[in-house]
Each structure stands twice: as structure tokens, then as C-alpha cells.
């Protein structure tokens, strides 16, 4: 009987872990929306990078220009969301020019009038005292 209750012991172990082991993948996929890195030389980057310019220097009143992609990630569950940081330049009154980096966020819509929603904001890192 012992012997027994250990090989339905051992069947039940291997089978469960085929069936995780196969199953994992597949549930990470559907199961599993988080930021993924995007490629920032690409040419989706640099257009969502002009976007994200234009959009701060309306927002603002401000007059950056863009100089680089820093960071691109995207995610997707059901509508495509963009996260960008973008350095810029700009003229400042103590030296010739500063650099500013933005953090935008964009969804993007199936809608032709509007395509493009795109929330844009200074980056600051968390100063600690």
C-alpha cells in the first residue's frame, strides 16, 4: 500500500510539473501586461520623440529642441501606451544652453482625427535629503 500511495505520489508530481512548465509561457503572455524596451533608433522613437517636443513647447510656451531618445517602453492591453524620455536643449539665461529631460506618455488611439494623446512633463529625479 505504501508503495503504492509513493508512485501515485511521483505520477502526480510529474505531471503537474509538464503541465506548468508548458503552460507558463502561455499565461505569461496573456496573463502578463507590463512595460516592455522598445528600440530607440528607430523610426516610431523618433517620431513619438518630435511629438513629445512639440506637445511641451505648445504646453509650456517654451522653445526645447530635440536632441536624443533616452528611454523607450511600450505596453499593450487592448490600447498601445508609449513611455518616452527625451533630452532636449534650450537657452537659458546663466549659460548658452540647458538640457531637459522630458518624460511623455502617449496613448495611442485608433482615432484619425486624434490619433496621438501625449502627456508630457519634466523629469525630475527623487531628490533624497
Known amino acids: 500500500m505504501i508503495y503504492f500511495k509513493v508512485l501515485l505520489f511521483i505520477i502526480i508530481f510529474i505531471i503537474t510539473n509538464v503541465l506548468t512548465i508548458n503552460v507558463k509561457p502561455y499565461l505569461k503572455k496573456?496573463?502578463?501586461h507590463d512595460w516592455k524596451p522598445r528600440k530607440i533608433y528607430t523610426e516610431k522613437?523618433?517620431?513619438l520623440a518630435f511629438e513629445t517636443v512639440?506637445?511641451?513647447?505648445?504646453?509650456?510656451?517654451?522653445?526645447?529642441?530635440?536632441?536624443?531618445?533616452?528611454?523607450?517602453?511600450?505596453?499593450?492591453?487592448?490600447?498601445?501606451?508609449?513611455?518616452?524620455f527625451v533630452l532636449t536643449t534650450g537657452y537659458c539665461k546663466v549659460q548658452l544652453q540647458c538640457y531637459t529631460t522630458l518624460h511623455s506618455f502617449i496613448i495611442l488611439t485608433r482615432n484619425k482625427a486624434n490619433p496621438l494623446k501625449v502627456m508630457v512633463e519634466k523629469y525630475e529625479k527623487d531628490k533624497k535629503s
Open 45 to 47: 522613437a523618433l517620431r
Open 30 to 32: 496573456i496573463l502578463y
Open 54 to 84: 512639440s506637445a511641451y513647447n505648445v504646453k509650456h510656451h517654451a522653445h526645447q529642441d530635440y536632441r536624443k531618445v533616452l528611454k523607450m517602453d511600450s505596453k499593450y492591453n487592448g490600447t498601445k501606451y508609449y513611455q518616452l
